[in-house]
């Protein structure tokens, strides 16, 4: 599966943002999605994922109430809305794509379970 962003750009604190990676391939539904950042200098940030059906989902502490993750299998596409950005939101978003099991926490935030990437879309959060 081959995985491209967009959506990315430069909002307000508070304001919002919706990414989105269309997915290439008729196996998009067979794997569970992720959305990851990262900032130079360090490593990946697990954000969050969804699963295959896109019934389920996780996302860490950092983003608990203010992102969404969606998909829509029918389109081959994956969502992040993004609501109440912070400065500290400023990263490069990553979609990716992992096998539909094992579907648990430890799992989906590991970023090595994933075997492909898109190229990243850069977000800037302005105090």
């Known amino acids: 599966v081959q995985l491209v962003e967009s959506g990315g750009g430069l909002v307000q604190a508070g304001g919002s943002l919706r990414l989105s990676c269309a997915a290439s391939?008729?196996?998009?539904?067979?794997?569970?999605m992720g959305w990851f950042r990262q900032t130079p200098g360090k490593e990946r940030e697990f954000v969050t994922a969804v699963s295959w059906t896109g019934r389920r989902s996780y996302a860490a502490d950092s983003v608990k109430g203010r992102f969404t993750i969606s998909r829509d299998n029918a389109e081959n596409t994956l969502y992040l809305q993004m609501n109440s950005l912070k400065p500290e939101d400023t990263a490069v978003y990553y979609c990716?794509?992992?096998?539909?099991?094992?579907?648990?926490?430890?799992?989906?935030?590991?970023?090595?379970?994933?075997?492909?990437w898109g190229q990243g879309t850069q977000v800037t959060v302005s105090s």
């Open positions: 990716a794509a992992k096998p539909r099991f094992p579907w648990e926490f430890d799992s989906v935030a590991d970023s090595r379970n994933y075997i492909a």
């Open positions: 391939g008729r196996t998009f539904s067979s794997y569970a």
